[in-house]
């Protein structure tokens, strides 16, 4: 079976961005794959964050993935911070990797924003992490999305030059597995920007805790335009929130856009939208609830955790400890 490695950040309450964009993904993934996925708590504070609620967001994205099916005994659920080989083998890739590389990763210019001197060396060397939380365990396939393809790229250009420099076939080489339709879920608010978790509007998004009064609220007031949906995904072109939103009505029951307008052809967008509320808060109704239950007994999902975190350690820790044999270090007596 190959070895899948994901993770997710615990910025805030997932979204219906990161739940069909990548976590709804997962639950199937294991009855494919060896799958590894980690609440990427390292990766969080690379951007500004409240350190009186990161511990709450971490036990909130555990207890959401739970919700969503991504059971601790059927796959590696842990915390990042728990299993320190990803730290450490960063290390030595932040040494690995070349200046020249990061200077091209398009992400860190979109999220250091204009003042470049004053972001954190951890953005800058994020990829270096992400590269060695897959290369720790020797995952070879990696569910990602468009934005994420350059930093798999980089992982792979670094376990190539550290097999090179060490003199050992030691890092496999990584594949991504593009997921499906409606990869992409943008924000309410405006269409041509992703639905993110830390947008500072709480409008932009749809988080997998709102109630269906705040869905339908949301929803209602998502942007679109005047035109009714058209027949043909042709008519969509130039609609980016028209688009976004058959895109999530797709996405959400499994269908392709095209089939999705060919029930609601001709409709404006209030009745649609009524549409898409009902199912949103069928489809997010259950996983809600189960969420609460987990959230109500934070020993449980703590247990869960643990569990995650000795099965991740019992994996990384040898290939680690080799890597760092390979790099020279004097073995710990
Ligand atoms: N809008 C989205 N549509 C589809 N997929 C998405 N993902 C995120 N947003 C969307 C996918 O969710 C997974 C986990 O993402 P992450 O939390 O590690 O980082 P991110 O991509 O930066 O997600 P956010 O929600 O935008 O977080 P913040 O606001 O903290 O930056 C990834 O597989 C991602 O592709």
């Known amino acids: 079976m190959q070895r899948v490695f994901s993770g997710i950040q615990p910025s805030g309450i997932p979204t219906l961005g990161n739940y069909l964009g990548a976590i709804r993904h997962w639950v199937p993934m294991m009855n494919t794959h060896e799958c590894i996925y980690c609440v990427v708590d390292l990766h969080a504070i690379t951007q500004p964050f409240d350190p009186a609620t990161l511990a709450v967001q971490t036990r909130e994205m555990a207890a959401a993935l739970m919700a969503c099916g991504v059971a ?16 450490r083998l960063a290390w030595i890739f932040n040494c690995v990797a070349r200046i020249g590389w990061l200077n091209r990763m398009t992400q860190f210019k979109d999220k250091a924003g204009k003042d470049r001197e004053n972001a954190g060396a951890g953005l800058y060397v994020y990829p270096n992490l992400m590269a060695a939380d897959i290369l720790a365990y020797h995952a070879t396939r990696v569910p990602v999305g468009e934005d994420q393809k350059q930093h798999l790229e980089l992982a ?24 499906g339709v409606a990869a992409r879920v943008m924000s309410l608010r405006d269409g041509t920007k992703k639905m993110s978790k830390s947008d500072p509007s709480d409008q932009a998004r749809i988080n997998l805790t709102d109630d269906a009064d705040t869905i339908a609220l949301k929803i209602r007031r998502a942007k679109t335009d005047a035109e009714p949906l058209p027949s043909e995904l042709a008519g969509l072109e130039g609609r980016a929130e028209a688009k976004n939103l058959v895109g999530i009505m797709a996405s959400i029951t499994d269908r392709q ?15 649609f939208k009524g549409a898409l509320t009902d199912v949103l808060v069928s489809h997010l109704g259950p996983i809600q609830q189960e969420m609460r239950r987990l959230l109500a007994d934070p020993a449980a999902v703590d247990a869960g955790l643990r569990l995650g975190a000795e099965k991740a350690s019992a ?12 790099v020279g270090f004097l073995p710990r007596s």
């Open 257 to 271: 856009p095209q089939e999705v307008l060919r029930e609601h052809a001709g409709q404006g967008f209030g009745t």
């Open 72 to 87: 601790p005994e059927r796959c590696v659920l842990f915390v990042q911070s728990h299993v320190h080989a990803h730290a």
């Open 315 to 326: 994996i990384a820790e040898p290939i680690v400890c080799r890597a760092e044999k390979l």
């Open 156 to 179: 792979n250009d670094i376990a190539q030059k550290f097999n090179h420099d060490f003199g050992e076939e030691f890092f496999p080489s990584i594949e991504p597995i593009i997921q």
